[in-house]
């Protein structure tokens, strides 16, 4: 198996000329579709949307655009995670055990639909969320858009695979230690991921109520900021929504002089990957080319931080969702899987509030560290295994994969991870800027400038 060669009709840019050259919304809708059709067998998708009901979903479409109903994403398909509720569809969270029959999609499926966007299939995911690696799943295994060889990185494995192959316009996942970001930075693509409460997260099977957020893949940064101002609002179902969502603006600013922090070198892990370590040091240059102050800071707290995703009591909350199976039928879930949830059983009520004092305390001081920056910058993953290598090793290399992640959503930072200059094997790179709660236009203004200027340096 070679490397994948990437074409990109189906991103906005491309849709709307399209559109406006006189192509139906229709036929590229059931491009999409025969796209979904023909990887069925490689696990990009768990279940396809069946053809009668995107016909009926497109004929809805042509009616309400016909009576003058704003669609900003006319024309545009989408995926979703199998953790995330389609009314009709069933939810396995990539596990025989589970099999939710929702009666009501998710607020952010119904949001998307409303907007004119096709729903074209659920993705494959690491089973029940748990990894960041992409193999923790059945055979087939998914596997990385440009280099099959190498792992599509997790847990949204099948959601960042299915927009970097172009067989839908963008995806969403759920990202609890990092993956939304994972799965885009091994991919090619932006991951985004929200503040948290910024987007609704009512009609998901969750891992933590605390940490859980939707991402949104794409191609730009400039699509995955055009969905998420669809999502993003208040939601009065979803009781950890943000009360002042409606109020965060995601409009671009300025910012002539970005003031970065990036982890001290002395704090930096590459696994020994030199492409990995040279293509951060290229991606800090571009932002220095485009006028940022770069500041070194102690990684200590960001670290400490992100051992809450598996590492402390907070990784109970896990069982809220899969106890009965952990318990019952504990054979069916994936070995890797069991061994990250299992620790679980083994805390108290005390180690539980514990964790969560210490999660506060760590909140407050990542709030003082930060407010100096526009922006925390780190590599978005610290080096790409292949599937062999993570097989021969699943604990520690997946672990590995969240060093850069882990934290972002224990200290309530908002993120978005951004292709860079790329590795010298022909690999991607990328860049994450995190920031605090409600920056979301800023990480997003910061990343599209290094966007811009890290294309260039590939022409």
């Known amino acids: 198996m070679g490397k994948t060669v990437i074409t990109a009709d189906l991103t906005f840019p491309a849709v709307r000329r399209a559109l406006r050259e006189g192509r139906s919304a229709r036929s590229l809708v059931l491009e999409s579709m025969k796209r979904a059709q023909a990887v069925a067998d490689q696990s990009v998708f768990t279940s396809l949307v069946p053809e009668s009901r995107i016909a009926a979903r497109l004929d809805e479409i042509e009616a309400r655009k016909a009576d003058g109903v704003p669609m900003p994403l006319y024309g545009t398909t989408f995926s979703v995670k199998d953790n995330i509720h389609v009314a009709g569809m069933v939810t396995t969270c990539n596990s025989p055990a589970i099999a939710i029959a929702p009666e009501k999609s998710a607020r952010v499926v119904q949001l998307l639909e409303d907007a004119g966007a096709v729903l074209i299939g659920k993705n494959t995911l690491d089973q029940f969320a748990t990894g960041l690696n992409g193999t923790r799943s059945p055979e087939p295994l998914c596997r990385n858009a440009i280099d099959p060889h190498y792992i599509p990185g997790g847990s949204s494995s099948g959601s960042a695979v299915a927009v970097a192959r172009d067989i839908v316009s963008f995806s969403l996942g759920s990202d609890t230690g990092g993956s939304g970001r994972v799965p885009g930075a091994c991919n090619g693509i932006v991951g985004l991921k929200p503040t948290l409460g910024l987007v609704s997260m009512s009609g998901l099977v969750y891992n933590s109520r605390f940490f859980d957020v939707v991402p949104i893949f794409a191609r730009t940064v400039a699509e995955a900021m055009e969905v998420l101002g669809i999502l993003k609002g208040y939601d009065p179902e979803d009781d950890y929504a943000r009360l002042d969502a409606d109020s965060i603006s995601l409009s671009p600013v300025t910012i002539a002089k970005p003031r970065l922090a990036v982890p001290r070198k002395a704090d930096r892990t590459f696994l020994g990957d030199r492409d990995a370590e ?182």
């Open 278 to 459: 040279q293509a951060f040091d290229r991606d800090l240059d571009v932002l220095r080319g485009l006028g940022a102050d770069i500041t070194e800071i102690d990684y200590a707290l960001f670290r400490e931080a992100g051992q809450h995703v598996f590492q402390t009591a907070m990784v109970t909350e896990r069982l809220d969702a899969y106890e009965d199976v952990m318990r019952k039928t504990p054979e069916v879930v994936h070995p890797a899987v069991r061994k990250a949830i299992e620790p679980g059983f083994s805390y108290s009520g005390l180690d539980a509030f514990r964790a969560l004092y210490q999660v506060q305390a760590q909140r407050r001081a990542a709030r003082r560290l930060l407010v100096p920056f526009d922006a925390f910058v780190v590599p978005t993953i610290p080096t790409i295994f292949t599937i062999a290598d993570m097989l021969a090793d699943p604990m520690a290399n997946n672990a590995a994969m969240g060093t850069y992640t882990y934290f972002a959503n224990p200290l309530d930072l908002c993120a978005i991870s951004v292709p860079g200059t790329g590795r010298a094997d022909g690999m991607p790179s990328a860049l994450c800027f995190n920031a605090l709660a409600g920056h979301d236009a800023v990480i997003a203004s910061l990343a599209t400038a290094f966007e811009a200027a890290s294309a260039k340096t590939k022409a």
